[in-house]
């Protein structure tokens, strides 16, 4: 197994591990920017965040797939890295703007 795998294999299961205690042990903390006293449904949000991170643990997997079977010039390497940077901007975009539907406005003070 390449050495490039390896690593996305480990970023994988990193993101993915992140990803299962959001989901499924509500560990909302470990979401950046959380607030406590902003979010609406707690339980909504670790949901959304939580199956996002695991969506970019499985385009991580996918793609140290496509880097272990591929040599190393070929040109599927090349299509599938640029997919996947494509998909995670994408994924966290959503995940930005998603989020915002789990919590209150901010108060506007003047």
């Known amino acids: 197994m390449s050495t490039g795998s390896v690593i996305l294999l ?10 299962i205690l959001i989901t499924y042990f509500g560990r909302v903390e470990l979401i ?37 079977t591929e040599p ?12 996947f940077f494509v998909a995670v901007v994408a994924l966290a975009g959503w995940m930005v703007v998603g989020s915002r539907r789990y919590e209150r406005e901010r108060d506007h003070e003047r």
Do not use: H, K, M, Q
């Open 72 to 83: 190393a010039d070929g040109a599927a390497t090349d299509v599938a890295w640029i997919v």
């Open 32 to 68: 950046a920017g959380y607030d406590p006293d902003r979010v609406t449904d707690e339980e909504g949000l670790a949901s959304f965040i939580g199956t996002n991170a695991l969506a970019v643990a499985g385009l991580l997997v996918v793609l140290a797939l496509v880097e272990f």
């Open 10 to 19: 480990a970023c994988a299961a990193f993101v993915g591990a992140l990803g």
